[in-house]
C-alpha cells in the first residue's frame, strides 16, 4: 500500500542545464511549484553524469557552456540511448537563428526557448512536451490511410509494412493529419493541436518537421501523401488522379 502511494505521487525529474546560477535557481523555483522535482547542472558533462545517474523525464539545455555546448551534450545523450526510449530535451539559448534551431531538432530536440523568456512560458512548454511523449491516450485503435499505418496503442507507424522511427512531436503531428487525411489543415490548427500552446513567430519549426516526416513516410520513391497547400497549410492525402494505394489490410483504401 504504502509503495502505492509513493508511485503515484512520485514528481516528475527535469534536470535543468545553465553556467549562470540565477537561472538555474529561477527555473528550479518555477518547476517546483508546478510539481516538479528538480536537479541542477552547470556544465555539460556534469549534465551527462546527472541523465545517468537519475534518468530524468526531462531535460532543459542550455546551448552555451562551459565544456561541451548543449549540441553535443544532445548529441552524446541521442548516441548513448540508441533506439531506446528518448529522454526529451528542450533547448534553452540566446540563439535565435532558424540554421541553430534546425540543428537542434536534427539532433532529436522537443522544441527551442530563446532567452530572455518568461518562467510561465517555459512551464507550460515543459508540460506540454511532456505531454506529447507520454501520448495522447490510451488509443483503441488503428489510423490508416492508403498503404500508411499508426497504432495508437504502440505508437509504431508503418508504410507500405516498413517500420519508421518517430521522435514524440513527429508522431504527434503524423497523428493529427492522419486523423484528418484528406483535409488541408491550416499552420494555426496543426501549432495548436501539436505543439498546445501558441507558436507564433516560429512556423518554421513546423516547416521542419513537415520535412524530417516527409523524409520518413514520404522516403524510397514512395508515393508522396504530405502535401504543401500554398498559403494555408498542409494536408495527407494521395495526389490528384493517382490510383488508390494498397491498403495495411490489403484492402484499397
Known sequence: MTAAVVDATKRPVVLVVDDEEHITELLAMGLSMNGFDVERAATGRSALDAIERRRPELVVLDVMLPDLDGFEVARRLRQAEGAGTRVPVIFLTARDTTQDKIQGLRLGSDDYVTKPFSIEELVERVKAVLRRASGTGPGEHRLAYADLELDEDTRDVWRDG???????????????????????????????????????????????????????????????????????????????????????????T
Open 162 to 252: 516498413r517500420l519508421i522511427e518517430l521522435t514524440p512531436t513527429e508522431y504527434k503531428l503524423l497523428r493529427y493529419l492522419l486523423a484528418n487525411a484528406r483535409r488541408v489543415l491550416t499552420r494555426d490548427q496543426i501549432l495548436e493541436h501539436v505543439w498546445d500552446y501558441t507558436f507564433a513567430g516560429n512556423a518554421s519549426v513546423l516547416e521542419t518537421y513537415i520535412s524530417y516526416l516527409r523524409h520518413k513516410i514520404d522516403a524510397d520513391d514512395a508515393t508522396p501523401l504530405i502535401h504543401t497547400v500554398r498559403g494555408v497549410g498542409y494536408s495527407l492525402r494521395l495526389p490528384p488522379g493517382h490510383p488508390k494505394l494498397p491498403g495495411p489490410a490489403g484492402q484499397t
